[in-house]
């Protein structure tokens, strides 16, 4: 659980541009030998004065960067500049105003990348503004002074919407048009909302407790959750829309990338999110027996975030140790450079610029990985430098090989074969109003974009939900126009 934070002080207002000043000086980080043995989130929490000196270091610049480069578009440099002058409910009223969860993308997202990666200050060599760290500090602060209540909507209206799915993208839609006083139920396949916040984000970076307060207050908002409901099994897509006026799908992308080599599918070869599924279950006190790298070597092929998450959480189940391949090096590793660097601290070992060739087994269980060292070679149609093997071979010992290779879509079609896909299998929109090519029906988050940022997913949904309430809106008017005929 995370620990509740005292009760907000008055701060002394400072004056901004104190960059050159005042260090960048982020939360106290628990130590890798005391967090290894734990699922507690590793970062501590700003108190008032702390947030409000951090905040002092924006510049004000007169383009804001840091905003033009979230996809959220929030505007930064204002609540930075309230939270710097003592106003924090303000502070936390202009940060709410355009993201649903910034408690949530403050612990993680990967602000190196986004908004703190476009800090101006940062070139100056002073290093950047905490943003994401301010932004978890004024919504945990509005949690603990009960700032934070349930949706209340001006007017109730009749028309309902259903949504597929609870995750990020499906909760912000949600929320959108709850506000707006339609009627909304989310339906999910799990037996908790949250999707990939709850099952696939470990502890460590987000405490479930977190996700479960917004849930409540959803639920407190009027809006109905039928869990344990897998759409296109349990009920069927026609029978959706037959009981409500719009659809948004938001189910996420859940299927794993192949591991395409000889003995890819040896016993001890697992997609990540089944192994990460596995131990936040266990988190969340389900009875899923124990923890399967305990005492194993454990090998993690990816480079991304999920790499990072499989990566600390062996760690944390007690592996013999823990090596990361990835075929590029680490300038070029799409990961978080803040997640990578708490990885090394915590004893994972990274072999950059190394390729799986084969996994080897013995009796049909997987004892280690061949791999080929790579060079990076001419850039690719995406701009980055193609990996090309060397020649070289080594032998990385194996007791668990996990896959976190990025993930592909399910196929939509079981869903409903009328809806038109790409050709990876996203499902096809409208770019501006996020509808497919059903009419009242929407989509939105990874299963439009493919595998992407929770920031994205909540973006997504937030667009969709403006287009829904036009949308819904017509319906509304028409039904008045006819009944006034």
Same mark, same amino acid.
């Given at each position: ?20 000043? &005042? ?16 699922? /507690? ?11 409000? =000196? ?28 309230? &939270? ?17 969860? #910034? ?22 060599? %002073? ?83 977190? @996700? ?117 090096? %680490? ?13 090394? =601290? ?13 996994? %080897? ?39 668990? @090989? ?12 079981? /869903? ?14 409208? #770019? ?15 299963? @439009? ?19 829904? %309430? ?16």
């Amino acid at each position: 659980m995370v620990e509740k934070q005292k009760k907000l002080k008055p701060v002394q207002k400072r004056k901004m541009l104190q960059f050159v000043n &005042t260090e960048r000086d982020m939360p106290l980080k628990r130590d890798a030998d005391v967090r290894n043995e734990d699922y /507690l989130e590793i970062y501590g929490d700003y108190i008032g004065e702390k947030a409000a =000196e951090q905040a002092s270091r924006c510049s004000q610049c007169g383009v804001p960067f840091c905003q033009n480069h979230c996809p959220l578009q929030n505007n930064i440099p204002d609540w930075l500049k309230l &939270t710097a002058e003592g106003r924090t409910k303000e502070a936390w009223e202009v940060s709410n105003a355009t993201n649903n969860m #910034p408690e949530i993308c403050g612990r993680i997202c990967p602000q190196d990348r986004l908004c703190e990666g476009s800090c101006v200050i940062e070139q100056s060599g %002073h290093g950047t503004v905490t943003i994401g760290s301010v932004e978890r500090f004024l919504t945990d602060t509005a949690w603990q002074e009960g700032w934070i209540e349930p949706i209340k909507p001006k007017r109730e209206r009749a028309l309902s919407v259903g949504i597929i799915g609870a995750g990020p993208a499906g909760l912000a839609t949600a929320e959108q048009l709850r506000e707006q006083g339609w009627q909304v139920t989310v339906y999910d396949r799990h037996d908790r909302a949250g999707g990939l916040l709850v099952y696939g984000i470990p502890n460590f970076k987000l405490d479930k407790s977190i @996700v479960g307060r917004r849930i409540k207050r959803l639920e407190e908002g009027g809006i109905e959750f039928v869990l344990n409901c897998d759409v296109g099994v349990d009920i069927s897509f026609d029978k959706l829309r037959e009981k409500h006026q719009a659809v948004l799908i938001s189910t996420g992308v859940y299927n794993a990338r192949d591991l395409s080599v000889p003995g890819g599918g040896a016993d001890g070869v697992a997609p990540a999110l089944d192994f990460l599924i596995d131990s936040n279950r266990r988190g969340l006190g389900d009875d899923v027996g124990p923890e399967p790298a305990k005492g194993k070597k454990v090998v993690v092929i990816g480079g991304g975030d999920t790499a990072m998450d499989c990566v600390r959480t062996a760690v944390r189940q007690g592996a013999e140790s823990v090596t990361c391949l990835y075929r590029r090096d %680490h300038a070029n590793m799409p990961g978080s450079r803040r997640e990578t660097a708490n990885a090394q =601290e915590e004893g994972v070992t990274f072999e950059w610029l190394a390729s799986p060739k084969a996994v %080897h087994d013995e009796n049909g269980r997987a004892t280690k990985v061949r791999t080929d060292r790579m060079r990076l070679g001419p850039k690719d149609a995406s701009g980055r430098q193609s990996p090309e093997t060397t020649g070289e071979e080594f032998d990385v010992d194996a007791d668990i @090989v996990i896959k976190a290779l990025g993930f592909t879509p399910e196929d939509m079609k079981v /869903l409903s074969p009328q809806l038109t896909v790409t050709r990876w299998g996203t499902l096809r929109v409208n #770019p501006l109003t996020f509808e497919t090519n059903l009419p009242g029906v929407y989509a939105a988050g990874d299963i @439009v974009r493919g595998a992407s940022l929770v920031v994205w997913a909540i973006r997504e949904g937030r667009d969709a939900a403006e287009a829904m %309430h036009k949308y819904l809106r017509g319906l509304e008017r028409a039904a008045v126009l006819e009944a006034a005929e």
